[in-house]
């Protein structure tokens, strides 16, 4: 178990937002930080530090009249740390290399492996030869309805008919490297993990796993590492003082290290 650290980008800045309240139309989000520091700053402070398989997320789409300047900052984030970050957002097999060769350990892919509400094995085969499996984590964002946790893409607001089980995971374990999971539901509230997602995922034994959602506390943390066993790593927002939140990250960043030592 470690921590990983994030970079969200939205209309340009570093924000940390409600996940379920992005929206595409009119670029809006419930915003819980802005920060006045570059993603190129917090890319420094990571390298500085040692920390390594965290990501930046371009959170507004291609055709978004604020994607040109959430890139900028996105690629010169990558650029101060290179071959220590992955990058999401508007990935497909066309612009991945792109990313791969400007620094990024991995590509993150979720809406162009999703279509019509089902796994899109061709575009699966497309980005493998594009960047090679070992380039490719695999977003399986995720938010429940009837009792399974569904795979949502396009900012979280579409649900596929795609669920999150051992079964998917072993299908798409194929096609990439690692898997980044955020439960979208408890994403940015800084109100506890989803435990009985945490849980599920924790029986998956192959590929690596980030969770991502709701962990606010040094007492959370612990519950997660008891409940996972140790074998999922974490990254944490909102609730960091790096974005407004009462976590200290300097505290994090150590516990993050002596706990992935132990295990």
């Known amino acids: 178990m470690k921590f990983r650290p994030c970079i969200d980008i939205h209309n340009g800045k570093v924000k940390q937002l409600v996940g379920a309240s ?34 930046i997320i371009i959170l507004n789409s291609t055709d978004s009249d604020y994607y040109a300047a959430s890139k900028k900052q996105a690629l010169e984030a990558l650029n101060v740390y290179r071959n220590g970050i992955q990058i999401g957002g508007g990935i497909h097999d066309k612009n991945a290399k792109e990313y791969i060769e400007a620094g990024a350990t991995h590509v993150i892919v979720t809406s162009f492996v999703f279509r019509d509400g089902k796994v899109n094995y061709a575009n699966l085969d497309s980005l493998v030869k594009a960047v090679g499996k070992e380039h490719i984590v695999l977003d399986l964002s995720c938010r429940k309805k009837e009792g399974k946790y569904y795979i949502v893409t396009d900012r979280w607001q579409k649900f596929t008919q795609e669920t999150v089980d051992l079964n998917l995971l072993e299908k798409l374990s194929a096609y990439c490297d690692e898997f980044l999971i955020h439960g979208v539901d ?78």
Not at 35 to 52: I, N, P
Not at 239 to 252: C, P, R, S
């Open 186 to 263: 408890v994403e940015g509230k800084s109100g506890g993990m989803e435990e009985e997602l945490v849980i599920l995922l924790s029986q998956w034994k192959k590929n690596p796993i980030t969770y991502a959602g709701g962990i606010a506390s040094i007492e959370q943390i612990k519950r997660f590492e008891t409940i996972s066993g140790g074998r999922l790593d974490f990254t944490i927002g909102s609730a960091l003082d790096l974005f407004g939140g009462n976590l200290k990250y300097d505290v994090i960043k150590s516990f993050a290290v002596f706990q992935s030592g132990k295990n």
């Open 22 to 55: 992005l929206r595409d139309e009119g670029n809006q989000a419930e915003e819980n930080f802005v920060s006045q520091k570059s993603a190129a700053d917090f890319a420094a402070l990571y390298k500085k530090d040692g920390l390594t398989g965290g990501h």
